[in-house]
């Protein structure tokens, strides 16, 4: 059965002022899948990484061209925005979890959404943990403060609050790069039964995560995709001299 | 800006290392056949002796290439490079076994007069040896075009084994005292046709590692198939 399709990216032109920082972007994103952003810094990963959800609307002078399609639908169109970021959810390179109970860190999204009943958000912070993989490690501590979880543990919870708002999709950009290798080990895991349900656009610079935990993957240079298709063909036998010379380490 | 001054140390070195093997291997098949026509048994067990270094060559760069595996985490290229370097590993050191049986045959032989002056035999040897070097050369360069010598040389091969088979049969039908030397010289034409057989495996290595593509050597194969049909071996 062929893939279905989440994110369509065609011809997208990104500006900061008048710095160009992608370059006719073509891209799909398959849905219920790992794809993984490689590149050097600066290379646009992060950017387009940003266009996914918006995130660069809040960034002064930015200038887009071109088309971003959800679903068929143009996110850069008429549409609600807030709505795009709930189903399009982003765990960052440092976990940030809200200086407040593990508990209040996952209900706090439901909660905007104007979910009050106490049951209700019971089963959503009790769910949205068990799927990140801290149940056991959290269940006894939900009332105490966030800020007391390892980094690890931090991670898992941003990435539990992100699924409390039932995303169709989730960003993650170098999602383990303050990690550990055992916490690293966790979250890799965790996307790897997460992709069942979501589908997962990963930001690293770390070519082995890439490597294994994503079904595609993309290789941009200077704005531009240089590169992209199955993670295994990318690795094992990149079409584009700039792949092989990146991912081997001849340039960085 | 070159950032990976060690891992590409590290990458010469495995390359000299296959270099100097298969040049090991290489010398050990010549002494071979000139231990077998001029029956120097010295020079027979001196092969023999040498099959000991080879087998060590293969095992220390068999833990080389898991040290870079381990250390440098190889991708695309390399990591094609490094996944048949253990390939090309066992067939030399087939390569090698071959020699040593041929001189465990010219041992067993010593006290005999040759049933014929031994003239294909050499030759196939250096057709052999030939093929031997082109998958070495082709994995040294990595450069594969030297695939349609290594048909032909292919082909020369087979024809030789199949002139070699019915000329020694023809002497052991002639007279049954024939059989032991014949057969053994057959087995000796047999063990430099498995030696061609290696070096077409090396050089399907290194066609995998320079293109990425595991060739299926059809068109090789249905060369010799066609040759094969012209030549039959009974």
Redesign the interface.
Known sequence: MADKIKFIIKDLDLYYDTFQALKKVNIEIKENKVTAFIGPSGCGKSTLLRCLNRMNDLIDNVKIEGAVTLDEIDIYGDIDVINLRTKVGMVFQKPNPFPMTVYDNIAYGPRCQGIKDKKKLDEIVERSIVQSALWDEVKDRLNKSALGLSGGQQQRLCIARAIAMEPEVILMDEPTSALDPIATAKIEELMETLKKKYTIVIVTHSMQQAARISDDTAFFLSGEVIESGKTIGIFTNPRDKRTEDYITGRFG | ????KH?DKELDKLHKEILLMSSITEEMLKDAIIALVKKDIELAKDVIKRDDLVDAKEIYIQELCVRIIATQ????????LLASAFKILTNLERIADHAVNICEITIFLKDEIYIKTLIDIPKMSEVAIDVVKLSIDAFVNQDISGLPVMIEKEIELDHLFRRIYKELTSYMIKDSSNIKQASRFIFVASYLERVGDHATNIFESVHYIVT??YKDFKDFESNILAHKKEVPLD
């Open positions: 800006m070159v950032i990976r891992f985490q190889p991708v695309a290229t390399d990591l094609r990425g593509q």
